[in-house]
């Protein structure tokens, strides 16, 4: 397990997009921006929806790389480096995610509303996932 300091951990649970980076079927690399949810219990969450570019490339090879930085200075950033798993009781556990997430970025009353329409979603048309760090760079720190 990589060790995470307690400054970066509150780092990562500020309301920065991250730059999620997927490998795609020819073997190069894809970034996309994404909301992402760190808390030291459950890791580093992620969602999307199931047919979207970044879970098909997932789905093929699940080696990403995630960069969360702050363009404010000092300009501190951490990339974690691993592997997807998908979060199992993901019927249970997404609502109540997108909520915290959707809270987070877009504040409590456009976030609650944004997460209603998560509410009942179909489990085949949205996925949770985490990272599971395989190596964490920071700088700034």
Not at 44 to 50: C, D, E, W, Y
Not at 116 to 134: G, K, M, Q, S
Request: glycine share 4%; net charge negative; charged share 25%.
């Amino acid at each position: 397990m990589v060790h995470i300091t307690a400054e970066v951990q509150e780092f990562l649970k500020k309301p920065l997009i991250s730059t999620l980076a997927t490998i795609d079927e020819s073997g190069a690399p894809r970034t996309r921006a994404i909301w992402h949810d760190w808390n030291s219990e459950q890791g580093m969450l992620l969602f999307t929806h199931t047919s979207s570019t970044k879970w098909q490339h997932i789905l093929r090879d699940p080696r990403v790389s995630l960069c969360v930085d702050d363009s404010e200075t000092p300009y501190r950033s951490v990339t974690v480096d691993g592997h997807v798993e998908t979060v199992t009781n993901q019927s249970s556990l997404l609502f109540p995610t997108v909520s915290r997430m959707s809270r987070k970025y877009y504040g409590l009353e456009e976030g609650a509303k944004f997460a209603e329409t998560y509410r009942n979603v179909d489990d085949c048309a949205v996925v949770l996932f985490r990272i599971t760090i395989d190596r964490i760079t920071v700088q700034g720190f």
